[in-house]
């Protein structure tokens, strides 16, 4: 079969991620036998232009429509990327009669709501390496049954059917397939205007030790996309596939183990680094920590394994935030974390939200004074705001504050930032302010320029744009309602592709 | 006001010299058809009652209002359209290449003086000295003539009034139908709305040229782009006749326009109070 897969990314901030999700889809796919070929829209300055000319050049089987994000997730500057991802399809549909499977985190977060508003044939929601080669036999062979497809959206008997998703991957076998990378990756920038701890970004290649996440955190939507228990690599394999990569590509200076949070569970991550301080790498990397499980032996091995810096999902400054946010550790871990890493080679930044449930002005102000006056990381990154996802906590606490009603549709980029705080333009300005005043502190590029007051008037009417802009698109779009076990309501358990019903796209 | 998609219609008429009554049947021919078709706007060529005929303009240039938008009201008012057709006006022993806008209740909504005339021209017509907008009921309209394409300040003054479809009725000789298309192109970019460019074909055996019809609609890629899942380079080029006698009909999306021109306006960025002023001065200088 051949197969083309297009990564929508669109975002280079704060650096231009490798599309690793898309490459572990093409590495199953090439090891099932298919012909894959890819379109990484990234480097694409007119998006639409390129996927018609890689479509009218080829004949295609299986069109595959990677979607990373739904959207930027950043309150202050919000960008959707829906629209993209729906004229995609629709110049597929119109020039090719390949089968449309959209999958990858971004479509996984919210499956109904994007399958109905993009209408491609199927989607996978969760791992995909799987299902995708399943979905590919299916649809060339017709062998296999769609309902023993992990994650697998589809419409059965007229309503959306999405399969549970099983997590059977196994991490140990697959490595994803680095050849499809564009060489502009590799090339060294200068730093991004998020990066206040260096001028330049030399290549760096990425890679994840496992899958899934313990972690409750209430906004978080990794359970979705990779499931909640862990999965593991073997730490030996970790370290073979790092040094695999730096030996195929010698453009390549760094790496970044791009785990959500690298140090849950603590045991594996420190086998992990053992074993790359074992092989003595000499390629410097770096990770995504939570505060939750960093002690000074830890760091003292993370620098030992080449680590340089850390990022740290700290979340919030606040004793509510962090409750609300369902992070399990206090101001005092904090505290104590910051100055065990200060004390070590590694650079580390505090990563945050502000604004998180329970920040009330006053809550807010103190913890930024909190943070000024105990913490000294060598950046704090901020954003105004978090991205709200359907069946979380978060959307929960939304709906009970009034921010949102029980049905909002949260496909679309929806926020939460503590109403009582977006409302205080005094709250806003000291927000501002303190930002400016410290170098190694980022909340937004534009900061310098404009009020934050300004600006969150600003992005509620963008996101409400979106919101109207959605309502024009799905004009005359078929709502889909829920398949439903009920064998009186469905045809059970014969399968064919005549039962592939396809909503075609007028 | 919220507008919707309205259904334009293109009449590229050959206005034939001395030919008034045959070029005006043939204009409501197409007119009642274009009714009959749907469409809420209907545009003719430049002068398309006389063709280009500046040698005679004494004789053959109508009033305004006149017989002839009398004629015309009346068709829009039985089909309840908007009109735009280009005249040689006569007012008060002074002419004009002018473009009048005929309301569906069949009065005269405005007009339009060409104000670009070359050299040539100007000892036969005067020059307007008044670039006009309406507010009508299908969108905000604007009118030009032909040779207006080649100063971009005419679609300017048009977009800084928040113009959504420039109605540019033309005459043009054919040797400028490479650099007119090419004009069109930018000024739909500029100006950020549609141009629909109306123009006449025909000979003027006076002047010994061919006018170059080529009519088309044109729109700001970047619009259409941004609505279209399909856009090629080229499709800003919404429709192009060739150089026959005949009428097409094209949508126009309105509310589409107004929401992309309300994102991606470039009106607040236009500073009027520095243009031309160096060249007014030079101007005086000079003379």
């Given amino acids: 079969m051949r197969v083309l897969l297009i990564s929508t990314n669109k975002i280079r901030v704060p650096r231009p991620a490798l599309p690793i999700g898309m490459a572990y889809i093409s590495a199953a796919l090439k090891q099932a036998g ?40 950043t309150f202050i500057d919000p960008i959707f990327f829906g629209p993209l991802t729906l004229k995609i399809i629709k110049c597929v549909r119109k020039y090719t009669n390949a089968k449309v499977v959209i999958g990858g985190s971004g479509f996984s977060v919210e499956p109904k709501p994007f399958f109905e508003y993009a209408q491609p044939d199927f989607g996978i929601a969760g791992e995909g390496e799987n299902a995708i080669v399943a979905l590919a036999d299916y649809i060339e062979h017709g062998t296999g049954k769609l309902e023993e497809i992990s994650g697998l959206c589809y419409i059965r008997d007229g309503k959306f059917m999405k399969n549970g998703t099983f997590g ?54 990794i359970k979705k996309t990779e ?56 390629t ?22 080449g680590c340089i810096r850390v990022d740290l999902g700290t979340d919030a400054f606040s004793e509510p935030g962090l409750e609300h946010l369902i992070k399990g550790f206090d101001q005092a871990r904090i505290v104590e974390v910051d100055h065990i890493l200060r004390a070590s080679t590694l650079e580390h930044t505090h990563c945050v939200f502000v604004g998180a449930p329970g920040e009330t002005p006053k809550v807010l102000r103190d913890s930024i004074e909190f943070s000024e006056k105990y913490l000294r990381p060598n950046q704090i990154y901020a954003n105004l705001g978090i991205r709200i996802f359907g069946n979380t906590k978060l959307q929960r606490i939304a709906v009970k504050k009034g921010i949102i009603k029980p049905d909002h549709n949260m496909f679309l980029p929806t926020f939460y930032v503590e109403p009582e705080t977006l409302a205080c333009a005094d709250t806003l300005n000291y927000v501002r302010d303190t930002y400016l005043k410290y170098k190694n502190w980022y909340l937004w590029w534009g900061l310098k320029g404009q009020t934050l007051v300004d600006r969150a008037r600003e992005t509620v009417k963008i996101v409400q744009d979106m919101h109207e ?31 592939i019903e396809i909503i075609q796209v007028v | ?187 739909a970019i500029e100006s950020q709305c549609y141009i629909i460019f109306v123009s006449g074909i025909g000979a003027n055996p006076y002047a010994g040229f061919r006018y170059m019809g080529g009519s088309s609609v044109m729109a700001d890629p970047m619009f259409l782009e941004n609505e279209r899942f399909d856009f090629e380079d080229g499709d800003e080029t919404m429709m192009l006749m060739a150089m026959e006698e005949e009428y097409r009909l ?18 607040g960025d236009v500073v009027p109070t520095s243009y031309l002023k160096n060249i007014n001065t030079n101007l005086q200088l000079e003379t």
């Fill in chain 1, 469 to 499: 802009e959605y309502e024009y698109m799905m004009q005359g779009v078929p709502r889909l309602e829920d398949w439903t076990k009920d064998p009186a309501m469905n045809e059970v358990g014969k399968w064919d592709a005549s039962k």
């Fill in chain 1, 227 to 282: 499931g909640r228990g862990n999965r593991f690599k073997d730490p030996r394999q970790v370290a073979t596939e790092i040094q695999q990569a730096m030996l195929d590509n010698p453009a390549v200076k760094e790496f970044e183990i791009v785990d959500a949070t690298f140090n849950v569970p603590l045991d594996y991550a420190t086998e992990v680094c053992e074993e790359l301080a074992r092989i003595k790498l000499t």
């Fill in chain 2, 1 to 187: 006001m919220s507008v919707g998609t309205i259904k334009a219609a293109v009449i590229q008429l050959e206005c034939k010299l001395s030919r008034e009554s045959g070029n005006m049947r043939r204009a409501e021919r197409y007119i009642k058809k274009a009714i009959n078709d749907g469409a809420k706007l209907v545009c003719l060529p430049e002068a398309f009652l006389t063709s280009g005929n500046i040698l005679e303009v004494a004789d053959v240039a109508v009033t305004i209002p006149g017989d002839c938008t009398d004629r015309l009201g009346e068709i829009a008012k039985e089909g309840g359209i908007y009109l735009v057709a280009g005249l040689l006006e006569a007012d008060n022993g002074i002419r004009y290449s002018t473009s009048v806008l005929i309301s569906p209740d069949g009065s005269i909504v405005g007009k339009y003086r060409r104000v670009h005339c070359f050299e040539m021209e100007r000892q036969y017509i005067h020059q307007g000295d008044d670039f006009c907008v309406f507010d009508t009921d299908i969108g905000r309209i604007g009118l030009l003539q032909g040779y207006d394409m080649n100063f971009p300040i005419s679609c300017m003054e048009l977009y800084l009034r928040e113009v959504d479809i420039i109605v540019c009725s033309a005459l043009v000789p054919e040797e400028f139908y490479y650099v007119t298309n090419q004009l069109l192109q930018a000024r």
């Fill in chain 1, 168 to 221: 059977t991957v196994n991490v140990g076998l697959i490595e994803p397939d680095r050849s499809i990378y564009d060489k502009q990756y590799f090339v060294e920038t200068v730093a991004s205007t998020t990066d206040l701890t260096r001028d330049s970004q030399p290549a760096i290649e990425t890679l994840q030790t496992k899958r899934g996440c313990k972690l409750a955190c209430s906004y978080c939507i």
């Fill in chain 1, 34 to 73: 298919h012909e894959v070929h890819v379109l990484d829209l990234l480097w694409q300055a007119r998006e639409l232009k390129a996927v018609l000319e890689t479509l009218k050049g080829n004949d295609f089987d299986m069109v595959g429509v990677a979607i990373r994000n739904l959207d930027n997730l």
């Fill in chain 2, 250 to 267: 094209i949508d126009l999306d309105i509310n589409r326009l107004r929401k992309y021109r309300e994102s991606k306006s470039r009106i």
């Fill in chain 1, 284 to 305: 410097p990397w770096y990770c995504q920590l939570s505060p939750t499980a960093i002690n000074k032996e830890f760091v003292d091995l993370l620098g030992r394994a």
